[in-house]
């Protein structure tokens, strides 16, 4: 097998990045890239620490990660499994990478900089949804935004393939958890209850 072991090796088969993949990486965030977020009701956030690599997805409505000027992103953690994978990592390791998507944008928008986690009163206040605050705010210094063109999705198909309503025949939630539990999780069950629990613990 001939992998690539090098930052030379990698250049001398993908040759440098010029023209668009150079001007549209910039260190902070420009009224297109603001827009962006402001329509964006989903992220994937990706972290890094001594326990490993995260990558987690967090939505809400469009604008829910909230932009507080042209260097600062604020993002609130809403109710999850409770395993805070990120921000165990963000307290030891401030670096994260966001990636945004907005529903039937073939672009994605990629976010990197450096996070504090505030539990600031005030600020948790104003996320409150359905009067119920967000345990803590992702507090996020820009230090760079890219827009990502259309070329993932238009080979992906993946908004057409939701147009059309297409899904997969894959096992369910109750069945995957049936099986990572050796079965102590009656499948059915989970299944006809989650779409209940999941609306009482969405915040």
């Keep these: 097998m001939t992998v690539l072991r090098s930052v030379e090796e990698l ?5 440098h990045p ?5 001007f549209k990486e910039i260190t902070f965030l420009n009224a297109h890239y603001r827009a962006f977020i402001e329509a ?9 620490g001594p326990g490993g690599l995260d990558c987690s997805p967090k939505g809400d409505g469009p ?12 993002i609130p953690d809403r109710p999850g499994n409770n395993r805070i994978d ?10 994260l990478a966001l990636l945004f998507f907005v529903p039937s944008r ?21 996320f409150a949804v359905e009067g119920r605050p967000p345990r803590s705010i992702i507090r996020v210094t820009v230090e760079a935004a890219y827009v ?7 080979r992906s198909k993946l908004w057409d393939r939701v147009a059309k309503g297409e899904r997969p025949d894959l096992p369910s939630m109750g069945e995957m958890m049936a099986l990572l539990s050796q079965h102590s999780v009656d499948a059915a069950a989970y299944d006809r209850e989650a779409p209940e629990r ?3 613990t969405l915040y």
């Design 11 to 15: 250049e001398a088969v993908y040759g």
């Design 198 to 200: 999941l609306k009482a």
């Design 106 to 126: 073939s672009e994605t928008l990629r976010v990197n900089g450096r996070a504090v986690i505030s539990i600031d009163g005030e600020l948790l206040a104003s």
């Design 63 to 74: 604008g829910f990660v909230r932009v507080l000027d042209d260097n600062t992103l604020a």
């Design 40 to 48: 964006s009701p989903f992220v994937v956030l990706a972290s890094a």
């Design 148 to 154: 990502h063109c259309a070329k993932a999705f238009m």
């Design 18 to 22: 010029k023209g668009g993949a150079v």
């Design 86 to 95: 990120t921000l165990r990592n963000l307290v030891v390791d401030p670096r």
